[in-house]
């Protein structure tokens, strides 16, 4: 069993898509173990994309992710990790396949509505960074 860290991105929060989002992760088997709705300040966006500091769309992407609220999501399964990413789509939806959630909903490179951890390592630093043990209902 396996945790990964989902979060829906200000551009899905707006386009009221998080049950549609939620239902497909729970159609892929992938049971959410802690959910909430946050705004993040400047500071805290930067210091969940401290690994992209030195990348070009770093202030873009940060000033994105603190422009409305967002879900931040636990999901829990077998393989959870790369079955998020599967579900998710490539982080370019025009390279996405086709079905989707990137395919089908994001509208750039950026604004692409949901993020999710992409290995182990970071799935464990990502999920620490929104939820407390005692937040987390397996
Ligand atoms: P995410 O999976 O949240 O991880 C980093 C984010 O940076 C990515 O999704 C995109 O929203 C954003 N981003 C913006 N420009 C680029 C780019 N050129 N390459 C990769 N990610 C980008």
Redesign the pocket.
């Known amino acids: 069993m396996q945790r990964t860290l989902s979060?829906i991105?200000p551009d899905g929060v707006a386009k009221n898509i998080i049950g549609e989002i939620i239902k497909r992760f729970e159609g892929a088997g992938i049971r959410v173990v802690a959910m909430k709705k946050l705004h993040l300040s400047q500071k805290q966006a930067e210091g969940f994309?401290a690994v992209?500091k030195e990348?070009?769309?770093?202030k873009?992407?940060t000033e994105?992710?603190t422009s409305g609220p967002i879900v931040a999501m636990v999901l829990e399964g077998e393989d959870v990790i790369a079955k998020n990413r599967k579900l998710?789509g490539a982080?370019?939806f025009k390279e996405a396949e086709e079905g989707t959630i990137r395919r089908e909903f994001a509208t750039?490179?950026?604004?692409?509505v949901?993020?999710?951890s992409?290995a182990p390592e970071t799935a464990a630093f990502e999920i620490a960074y929104f939820f407390s043990t005692m937040e987390i209902v397996g």
Do not use: A, C, Q
């Open positions: 979060l991105k994309y992209h990348r070009p769309f770093f873009s992407l994105f992710m998710m982080t370019n750039d490179i950026e604004k692409n949901v993020h999710g992409d």
